[in-house]
């Protein structure tokens, strides 16, 4: 009996690792500048050329794929809180979108990362802001006035946002902005930075808690051993 419990506790512990890691999920992204349509300069080509800006920022994420909810921490430089844009079926100025099928693309919000933003959640710095926020859903319901078509559904979210098809836009009022496709307001869509989220992988902590688990059962092993012999 002392003998299943050891092997049973073993394989709780050699398997948590993978357990943890398919429940939750790093990702983070690079921002740059855009093209004027919101694309990625470095991979779709724009004629109205790149938005003039030397603003950057970083983004990390933390998916937790059994909740459907994520946690981040944006960091933007050359970009001032009170230069954002209030944009989209929300009004608000930092999105994740989805990449239309390819990672470079342009396309809708997915995920409003900002809608019901508190003051608190930022922190101003001399060239830029920090925002930080945790349990936000991905979820369509929960998205506002993001509407199915634009939300790629509950279902594919996850998978859109693993298969690099999802990229963060932040939206400013600079005057910087020339593409006016037809039927949008000037300057549409406002994007100056963006970024691609890429799933980083497994992290060293989890590995290391796979190591901890095989040495405890060894160790447990050992003793059963001692004990059978005694």
């Known amino acids: 009996m002392k003998t299943n419990r050891t092997l049973l506790l073993s394989a709780v ?10 429940a939750l999920i790093h990702l983070s992204a690079t921002l740059g500048p855009a ?3 919101g694309s ?32 981040y ?9 009170s230069e954002l844009r209030n944009f989209g079926p929300n009004a608000t100025p930092i999105h994740l979108h ?5 990672p470079g693309n342009f396309g809708p919000i997915a ?14 710095t001399a060239a830029g802001f920090t925002l930080a926020r945790t349990g936000i859903s991905i979820l369509l319901a929960d998205q506002g006035n993001v509407a199915l078509g634009m939300h790629p559904g509950d279902a594919l979210i996850v998978p859109s946002l693993l298969s690099g098809n999802a990229f963060v836009l932040v939206h400013t009022t600079k005057n910087i902005f020339t593409n006016t496709p037809p039927g949008r307001p000037a300057g549409f869509p406002f994007g ?6 890429i799933p980083l992988p497994a992290t060293l902590p989890l590995f290391g808690l796979g190591l ?12 059963n051993t001692t004990d059978s012999r005694s």
């Open 212 to 223: 901890l688990g095989l040495r405890l059962s060894r160790k447990v092993g050992q003793e």
């Open 13 to 22: 512990l050699l398997l948590l690792p993978t357990l943890v890691q398919a």
């Open 111 to 124: 995920v409003d990362l900002t809608q019901n933003l508190s003051a608190s959640e930022f922190t101003d």
């Open 73 to 81: 921490q944006l960091s933007v430089e050359g970009i001032l809180r």
């Open 35 to 37: 093209n004027q349509n």
């Open 98 to 102: 989805l990449a239309s099928g390819n």
């Open 40 to 71: 990625d300069p470095a991979q779709v080509v724009d004629p109205l050329g790149v938005v003039p800006t030397t603003a950057s920022g970083t983004l990390s994420v933390l998916l937790d794929t059994t909740a459907n909810t994520l946690d």
């Open 192 to 197: 100056e930075i963006r970024g691609n989220l």
